[in-house]
């Protein structure tokens, strides 16, 4: 339900157009977004709300730095656009995502309307 929806991101690494947000939703495991914070988030705006019982990321398949999707929470709000909008359910991964692996984070019906990706230590 991601696909093609409207993506944003902390930072843009300004590699010729190589990693804006909506890269990491339009099913293609060869391109990729890309921040440049120290610690970078990424959401997607599912543009409505849904009840969610899964969360699949899939990595990256290129052949360059897979081991950056690793030490990083997954997070869901509410359709709430404001700075306080509150933090629906929340879930860290510390261990490396392999090379085009899928990691799947269970959720268990929870209405949201935005999926964020947000590292907790400083890589990309
Ligand atoms: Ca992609």
């Known amino acids: 339900m991601a696909l093609n929806k409207e993506a944003k991101e902390s930072s843009t690494y300004d590699c010729g157009g190589c990693g804006p947000p909506g890269n990491a939703v339009d099913g293609l495991l060869n391109t990729f977004s890309h921040t440049t914070d120290e610690i970078g988030w990424w959401e997607v705006d599912l543009d409505s709300i849904y009840l969610i019982n899964k969360i699949e990321i899939v990595n990256r398949a290129d ?56 590292k907790t230590d400083k890589d990309y």
């Not at 730095?65 to 509150?86: G, H, I, M, S, W």
């Open 63 to 118: 052949e360059c730095c897979n081991e950056r999707l690793a030490a990083f929470d997954v997070k869901l709000y509410p359709e709430d656009e404001t700075e306080d909008r509150q933090e629906l359910w929340s879930k860290h991964r510390s261990a490396e995502v392999g090379a085009g692996e899928t990691v799947t984070f269970s959720v268990n019906g929870v209405a949201a309307r935005y999926v964020r990706v947000e």
